[in-house]
């Protein structure tokens, strides 16, 4: 059989020629296997209606054999023919026949170098979109970091709002002077610590010493 893959052939008819001949081929060889059974087994029936026939049946059988292999050779040989003719002359599309999905090639006709340079061109694209892809999942993973930062701040000053309320319904002063004062304050009580450390250490050295 034909080795050329005829995928042209293929796609118009929706199988290659060669798996259509090869049908062709196992459906005539298995109604030849079945006509010579056919035709073994009526010989048989005459024999058995012939009184003193010296046929056995394996004699039949081993000439049916050979009558089958004689004919399968000749209709191998016929069928190579046929199988060749109609390849080139019914299965086959010409040359110059364009599919009618295929009939864009013939108005915007490329060459292998234009062909190759636009396949580069969509890979620079792809991969361009891909970088576009990546870069905006970053700046939505950003803009969520923001929300979460934005929400805390949010806390904070909420909260300041609230203390300042608190600072003026005590009557302690506005919200700057209080931090002004709790800061001083701290700054007293850090040294006043410092003091209380040193001199607990002092003891603690003296209590050894004695």
């Keep these: 059989m034909s080795v050329d893959p005829m995928a042209y052939e293929a796609q118009f008819f929706g199988f290659t020629p060669q798996t259509c001949m090869l049908r062709i081929y196992l459906a005539f060889q298995d109604y030849l296997f079945e006509v010579m059974q056919v035709v073994e087994g009526v010989i048989l029936k005459k024999l058995d209606k012939m009184p003193g026939c010296k046929i056995s049946p394996s004699q039949v059988r081993k000439c049916t054999e050979q009558f089958l292999l004689f004919m399968k050779d000749r209709f191998d040989k016929l069928f190579g023919k046929m199988e060749e003719v109609l390849l080139q ?67 904070i000053l909420q909260w300041f709002d609230d203390l300042e309320k608190i600072f003026r319904e005590q009557g302690i002063g506005s919200l700057q002077e209080s931090l002004a004062f709790l800061t001083q304050s701290s700054k007293k009580l850090q040294v006043v610590l410092k003091e209380v450390e040193q001199k607990s250490e002092k003891l603690k050295l003296h209590d050894k010493l004695m």
């Design 89 to 155: 002359l019914v299965l086959s599309i010409p040359k110059n026949v364009l599919l009618p999905e295929d009939k864009v090639h013939e108005q915007f006709p490329y060459s292998p170098e234009q062909f190759q340079a636009l396949q580069e061109e969509i890979r620079q694209l792809q991969l361009q979109c891909r970088a576009e892809v990546a870069a905006e999942q970053a700046l939505r993973a950003e803009l969520e970091e923001q929300k979460v930062v934005k929400a805390e701040l949010e806390k």
